[in-house]
């Protein structure tokens, strides 16, 4: 069934939930009203007014901020699992080797619309698409068409093609495609709108110096951020990137690097002293042989701004409760073991902080921590609401506990993304599941032909 969506930033009154605001000052309040006008959170308090509003009853609910997804390759979305029982490097070979070449504009469209509606479904209203499947012009295209159709707020990460691979990231000598220059001029020059673009970017582990510096001087010149996967196993960590980036004078607040897991913790140092901030996928950093260990102990210990991410569905799941959950185990397995060298129990790592990491961490780590991560007068209306009536969840005790430790997707009552209902009673709207069944399994036979 295809429930209709109104694509107009309604009036929206959300009444007499447990606000979860993620913002220090407001914190946890139980029974009160969210008011939302054009697009954005116009007041939270009790007993507001708003003749006319769309009235949405919370009683029972818990009103979180839409969940921030700092990096997911949204284009793999329809190989789910494929890579669950490979190691890194046999991950590497299927997917970018094998399997990439195959992606048509068609595919990368599918895999990012599944993925960015998975995402909604399960609470995330902004993705961070890592798209390194940049084959041509029109996978771009296609890749930011399936973003749009969605309606998640994206931010739209270029990479590189997978065709002739090892000229591209075996250090590398070509510099990132100037297809990025079209892009950021005749499809996302808008900061404010929904879908923003960002460079996926090689760095030195992949491509030489001189590529990294033309590269990031080509983001810097469009005004746009990079994010870079990072030390993500053994031997890319001591190749000692970070380094070399600090060696070159080239860190600064406009990156994020991704994973961080084998990168030494002089090298997280030099990340906090230059404003660089961190993505981590601790549900494959903890299962995916070969990554290491999350480091989010590491991180949080030397004052990296750091967020949550999915990934990548060949692997893992599409939401961030899982993440959070995994973050949560990880870390605490950590100082429980005495492997941690920031944290001491029982101060360390809580669930209030693995919260923080899929909310305000993330979109700090995106350059949009003033716009999404909490729910604050004045930011944009990315709104989720949790079913705390429902059997896992009652009676709730502690909110927060209950978001990190026990929900999960099937929990999601209703999405708001920039004011606009994405989701109500459970069920996505404007969306056709037949259809998208359909085009992600013919995608799935196409990619994965013999
Ligand atoms: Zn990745």
């Not at 469209?109 to 995402?119: K, R």
């Not at 010149?221 to 996967?229: A, F, M, N, P, Q």
């Not at 899982?322 to 397995?333: D, E, F, G, H, P």
Request: aromatic residues 4%; charged residues 20%.
């Amino acid at each position: 069934m295809n429930h209709p969506i109104n694509h107009t930033a309604a009036t929206l009154l959300i009444t007499g939930g447990t606000v979860v605001s993620g913002d220090p000052t407001t914190g946890t309040v139980t029974v009160t009203d969210v008011l939302v006008r054009d697009g954005a959170i116009a007041e939270i308090g009790p007993g507001l007014a708003a003749p006319g509003a769309d009235v949405i009853d919370a009683s029972g609910m818990l009103v979180l901020p839409g969940l921030v997804d700092s990096h997911k390759h949204t284009w793999q979305s329809a190989v789910r699992h494929r890579c669950t029982g490979m190691d890194l490097m046999t991950y590497f070979g299927e997917m970018f080797g094998r399997l990439g070449p195959r992606y048509r504009p068609e595919d990368v469209y599918i895999g990012n619309l599944l993925g960015a509606l998975a995402a909604l479904d399960a609470g995330t209203t902004t993705i961070m698409d890592w798209s390194h499947v940049q084959n041509s012009p029109d996978h771009a295209d296609a890749a930011i068409r399936g973003l749009r159709e969605a309606g998640v707020r994206a931010v739209f990460g270029h990479g590189w093609p997978l065709v002739d691979l090892p000229e591209w990231i075996m250090n590398s000598g070509r510099d990132h495609t100037g297809d990025l220059r079209r892009i950021r001029h005749e499809l996302l020059s808008d900061d404010d709108a929904l879908v923003t673009l960002a460079l996926a970017g090689r760095g030195p582990e992949l491509s030489t110096m001189d590529v990294t510096r033309n590269d990031l001087a080509m983001a810097r010149d469009l005004g746009i951020r990079t994010s870079i996967h990072m030390g993500c196993g053994e031997a890319f960590g001591a190749m000692a990137a970070i380094s070399r980036l600090n060696d070159a004078g080239l860190l600064g607040p406009d990156l994020t690097f991704v994973h961080c897991s084998e990168n030494s913790d002089d090298e997280l140092r030099m990340m906090a002293d230059h404003g660089v901030s961190a993505s981590v996928a601790p549900q494959h950093e903890q299962g995916f042989p070969g990554i290491g260990h999350t480091p989010i102990d590491r991180l949080r210990g030397l004052g990296v701004t750091t967020g949550l991410s999915s990934d990548t569905e060949a692997f893992g799941a599409a939401d961030l409760f899982t993440q959070m959950k995994v973050a949560l185990a990880a870390t605490r397995s950590r100082v429980n073991t005495g492997g941690s060298r920031f944290e001491d129990p029982p101060s360390a790592f809580s669930a209030a902080d693995a919260f923080h990491l899929a909310t305000q961490g993330a979109a700090d780590t995106l350059g949009l921590g003033d716009r999404v991560g909490g729910l604050t007068p004045g930011k944009a209306a990315d709104i989720v609401l949790i079913r705390a009536t429902d059997l896992n969840l009652y009676p709730v005790t502690d909110p927060v506990a209950a978001v990190v430790n026990a929900a999960h997707p099937g929990n999601v009552d209703t999405v708001v993304v920039g004011g606009v209902v994405r989701k109500r009673g459970g069920v996505l709207l404007g969306v056709d599941q037949d259809r998208l069944r359909d085009l992600a399994e013919r995608s799935r036979r196409h990619v994965l032909a013999p």
